[in-house]
């Protein structure tokens, strides 16, 4: 497996974990974990409609902003759920080099 350095998205993971167990008053990561996952992943929802929304428009600004909201919203979610992001980051890895079908058809449904 290839070095993967440090990225934005691991950075923003430690400051979400280090938000775990602040005052939900004062942190809204607090909030939202304190809430659990089945909140944090209507936000995730309610961001990823925003993203679609703003991708039909064609409003490029507000696309990556709504799509900055809905990677927070999502690492929120894995933190509230227990999965570190290097858990995801190796399944990326995993399928790299794989056509989307060939990756897709080796998927077992739930």
Known sequence: MAERQEH?????????????????????????????????ARKVGEE????????????????????????YHLLVLWAAAGIRPERVWAALEAREGQSGHAEKATRTEP
């Open 8 to 40: 934005v998205l691991d950075r923003l993971a430690a400051v979400i974990e280090q938000h775990r167990g602040a005052d939900p008053s004062e942190s809204y990561t607090a909030a939202l974990l304190a809430a659990g996952p089945v909140k944090t």
């Open 48 to 71: 990823a409609v925003e993203t679609v929304i703003e991708a039909v428009r064609g409003d490029t600004e507000r696309l990556a902003a709504e799509s900055a909201d809905l990677l």
